[in-house]
């Protein structure tokens, strides 16, 4: 059964810094592993999916990267702003993509 | 484009009384479709999902079922509400695999049975 795990629960960051966002999954045949943001009490929004074969992805000042042998991703913010403040989840999908394991997230606060 | 609709956005129940939350997707044909809840400053739970019309795979058991009446529309239901039902539910739609299997989400609907 795959158990998807994230660190830190919650973290505090002044404006500019470069920070990184760490999950965990225990079953390495996932399919893929999307990153999403969440706002309060709104839904979730990806940010980017990266497919098994691959090793990362990036969109702006987001990177992904995946390690599947290891069970484990990393989300890299560059020059963080405020306006990044929400919680991030990390979700890993079974082979086939239909079903998707979220980890519990990581609660970013941003400070200008 | 493809968009989800998810309603109502907050509903509030008492204990016992039956559930209906409605979820529609535009723009796309034969989407897998899901249901989830996330407990409060907890991820997200799948409860069900559907591959095509009447095709429904529970992976929790629980008070609630789902239906699949058309290709775009997927419900989520309950005879009687109990407390622990409470909970913010997402639906969410993806293109079937291969190359498919991103996550779209709708807004919600945030539950409180009272």
């Known amino acids: 059964k795959q158990e998807v795990t994230q660190i830190p629960a919650a973290l505090s960051v002044p404006e500019g810094e470069n920070l990184v966002l760490n999950c965990s999954f225990t079953?390495?045949?996932?399919?893929?592993l999307q990153w999403f943001r969440q706002d309060p009490g709104k839904g979730l929004t990806s940010l980017l999916l990266?497919?098994?074969?691959?090793r990362e992805q990036t969109s702006g000042r987001l990177n992904a990267s995946l390690d599947k042998s290891s069970g484990r991703s990393t989300l890299y913010i560059a020059a963080s702003q405020p306006g990044d403040s929400a919680t991030y989840l990390c979700a890993a999908a079974n082979t086939g993509g239909f079903k998707t394991i979220f980890g519990a997230g990581t609660r970013l606060f941003v400070k200008a | 484009s493809q968009t989800i609709h998810q309603w109502p956005a907050t509903l509030v129940q008492p204990v016992g009384s039956p559930l209906s939350l409605e979820c529609t997707v535009e723009g796309t044909s034969n989407p897998n479709l899901y249901w989830y809840r996330q407990a409060a400053g907890r991820g997200l739970q799948l409860l069900f999902y559907?591959?095509?019309?009447?095709?429904i795979s529970s992976e929790v058991p629980q008070n609630l079922s789902a239906s699949r009446p058309q290709d775009r529309q997927f419900i989520l239901s309950s005879k009687k509400l109990l407390l622990s039902d409470s909970g913010f539910y997402l639906c969410?739609?993806?293109?079937?695999?291969?190359?498919?299997?991103?996550?779209?989400f709708g807004s919600g609907t945030q539950l409180s049975v009272l």
């Open positions: 969410a739609w993806s293109v079937p695999a291969p190359g498919g299997g991103k996550l779209f």
């Open positions: 559907s591959v095509g019309i009447g095709q």
């Open positions: 990266i497919q098994s074969s691959q």
């Open positions: 079953d390495s045949a996932i399919y893929n």
